[in-house]
């Protein structure tokens, strides 16, 4: 358990700075002071089976695997920023392994991510309309972010990192 204490910290440490959120999204914010580091896991291999459809060829993206498996991050932005310069975004297309029943089948199909910025108080809420699919997700500081994510009654969890 020690030796992979020491990975995850060598993992990323946030930074400050100050962005305004997507239009129409959820926030709620408040600050701590100390900063730990958190483990984003980005992965440039081909996607798996259950998460190509759409992709033409060899799908070798960067994407982020929830700690469940059940939920890939593709990120057609890459690295994600706490602000981009240059006109594009922080697109993320959410696809979710197929499941044949729902745990759930009354939860409703939006994907609600629920982001805390490692080493503080401060947390969003982002809300995917549909489910897992194709999103902006910006956030409103530079670090590492764990998000806790619900749909259609399945969860799992990721990091993400933002740079400045």
């Known amino acids: 358990m020690l030796a992979s204490s020491m990975i995850v910290l060598a993992g990323c440490t946030p930074t400050t700075g100050s962005a305004s959120p997507a239009a129409g999204t959820a926030t709620t914010a408040t600050t701590a002071s100390t900063a730990t580091a958190c483990a984003a896991r980005v992965e440039t291999g081909s996607l798996p089976d259950w998460a190509d459809a ?24 890459h690295p994600l920023r706490q602000v981009r310069k240059d006109g594009s975004n922080n697109k993320i297309l959410w696809v979710a392994r197929a499941a044949t029943t729902s745990p759930d089948p ?59």
Do not use: N, Q
């Open 54 to 77: 759409g992709f033409s060829g060899d799908a070798r993206v960067p994407h982020v695997f929830g700690a469940k498996g059940d939920i890939v991050a593709v990120l057609f932005a």
């Open 106 to 164: 009354t939860a409703p199909a939006t994907l609600v991510i629920t982001a805390r910025l490692d080493g503080t108080d401060t947390r969003v809420t982002r809300e995917v309309a549909g489910g897992p699919g194709p999103s902006i997700i910006d956030l409103p500081e530079a670090g590492c972010w764990r998000l806790d994510l619900r749909w259609s009654g399945h969860t799992d969890t990721m990091d993400l990192v933002y740079a400045p």
